[in-house]
């Protein structure tokens, strides 16, 4: 059964500055990794994929994947109040038709 | 767009007692999923369902039973709440061509007394 872990547990940022949050999986066969950002209330909230070796930008957004280290990080440039949220890595196994594997989060806070 | 509504938001029920939770979608998406968030630990396959009248267990399916009656509801069961559990209950879905993004509704928060 695939596992995801997520580090660090939480994160204290000041606005402006770039926010680094890393997810490790277990099985280098995995297919896509999502990011999802959920609010205190809310339900997850999908942000940014990626399938292939390498990176991938969207807006302020990074996510970087290294599958030979079963590595996958996400960078927030410019982090703003708003972004404060809980961070969830989600990973589709190879062969788990409709499964993802959740991670336990990161927190974020982004002080003014 | 579309919306996923989960009712109620919050359910207070007894020890032993048989709760249902109810979800619905506007999406027309064919499949439908309940997850489980404790704090702390991710997300928990409990459900999910491809179709109407369609019903795949998750990781965490013992205690609960699923109904998938029309393709736009999802409805859980806690067929024997124990006490003192806490946890959120997320209602999802995703479109029959990718399957790869999920759309959230706000949870439902359930305490056992």
Redesign the interface.
């Given at each position: 059964?695939e596992k995801?872990q997520q580090s660090p547990e939480s994160l204290i940022v000041p606005e402006g500055a770039m926010s680094s949050l890393n997810c490790t999986f277990s099985n280098s066969a995995s297919q896509?990794i999502?990011w999802?950002q959920q609010h205190p209330?809310?339900?997850?909230?999908?942000l940014i994929?990626i399938f292939s070796n390498g990176n991938k930008k969207e807006g302020r957004l990074t996510v970087y994947l290294n599958r030979a280290s079963l590595h996958v990080s996400l960078h927030i440039r410019d982090s703003q109040p708003s972004d404060s949220a809980v961070y969830?890595c989600?990973v589709?196994a190879s062969g788990s038709?409709?499964?993802?594997?959740?991670?336990?989060?990161t927190r974020l806070a982004v002080c003014p | 767009g579309g919306i996923i509504t989960q009712t109620p938001k919050f359910l207070i029920g007894q020890e032993g007692q048989k709760l249902t939770l109810k979800c619905q979608q506007n999406f027309n998406h064919d499949t439908m999923y309940w997850y489980r968030q404790d704090s702390g630990k991710g997300l928990r396959l409990i459900y999910y369902s491809i179709t109407e009248n369609d019903l795949q267990k998750g990781d965490l399916s013992e205690g609960y039973d699923a109904s998938r009656e029309k393709k736009s509801s999802f409805s859980l069961t806690v067929t024997s709440a124990q006490k003192n559990e806490m946890a959120v209950f997320l209602c999802a879905s995703t479109d029959s061509i990718s399957n790869e993004r999920l759309f959230f509704g706000h949870g439902t928060k359930l305490s056992v007394l």
């Open positions: 059964q995801v896509s999502w999802y209330g809310k339900g997850p909230e999908a994929s969830l989600a589709r038709f409709n499964k993802l594997t959740f991670g336990a989060g | -």
